[in-house]
């Protein structure tokens, strides 16, 4: 499968953007999907996961309460919406998919595919 990550841009604190992924060459549903970021100088980490179906999440305590991730399988897409945006979420943006379609998965060893990544700044 072939995922392309967009939406990144450049926003103030406190503003919001939406990312998106778009996954051809298999279909969606068979995968869980995940978001995960890379900072300047930092290693990825893990940003938010949702199962096939979307019933179950997963997100990192530092995004908690402000990021959603959700998911359009007809569509082929899955989005990140990115709300309070802090300068410290400036980073580049990754969304995956991974080889359990039935748990939202943390670990980067769980993915199978990458997209090539969307960078998002906020400046304070």
């Known amino acids: 499968v072939q995922l392309q990550a967009s939406g990144g841009g450049l926003v103030q604190a406190g503003g919001y953007l939406r990312l998106s992924c778009v996954a051809s060459g298999s279909t969606l549903i068979s995968y869980g999907m995940g978001w995960f970021r890379q900072a300047p100088g930092l290693e990825r980490e893990f940003v938010a996961a949702i199962t096939r179906s979307a019933v179950s999440t997963s997100y990192a305590d530092s995004v908690k309460g402000r990021f959603t991730i959700s998911r359009d399988n007809a569509k082929s897409t899955v989005y990140l919406q990115m709300n309070s945006l802090k300068p410290e979420d400036t980073a580049t943006y990754y969304c995956?998919?991974?080889?359990?379609?039935?748990?939202?998965?943390?670990?980067?060893?769980?993915?199978?595919?990458w997209g090539q990544g969307t960078l998002v700044t906020v400046s304070s």
């Open positions: 995956a998919a991974s080889k359990n379609p039935f748990r939202p998965t943390v670990a980067e060893l769980g993915y199978a595919y």
